[in-house]
């Protein structure tokens, strides 16, 4: 546990009974789309390296989410959410620092976050972490329609 503020924000693994708590943090941090059931999306992380699944939670209440993934070459960062009211307090860069030290006790040399172009507070935050925009431009492809 962190202690800030004179609260106490611990980070522990995603257990099935946080599902309504983590969508409503989503829906509230502007993350769901219509196209992406966040269900169906719990379900799949929690059948793959749903260790690297976190909750973020200030005195006992979640507050915050992050889901990881290593697939052997890159690291990735999904559902990274603070609930607004936080943001700007640090518990943000903590659950972040938390998981970028799992990703290099698994070997990961790199983390990848992909962030919506308007999505400039985002851009921001990550920059202040030590993060830089690569030079790349992402493209996707809906395998499975939720």
Known sequence: MTKNNS???SIRNFESSDTNRVIFIWE????VRSWNNPNLDIQRKLSFQKDLFFIGELNNDIIATAMFGYDGHRGWL????????????????????FGETILIEKGCPKLNIQIRTENIES????????????????????????
């Open 7 to 9: 609260s106490y924000f």
């Open 28 to 31: 509230k941090c502007g993350l």
């Open 123 to 146: 851009m921001d935050f990550y920059k202040q972490v030590g993060c830089t925009e690569d030079a790349v431009v992402s493209f996707g492809k809906r395998l499975i329609e939720d």
């Open 78 to 97: 999904n559902y990274f959410a603070v609930i607004p009211k936080y943001q700007k307090t640090g518990f943000g860069k903590q659950l972040l620092n």
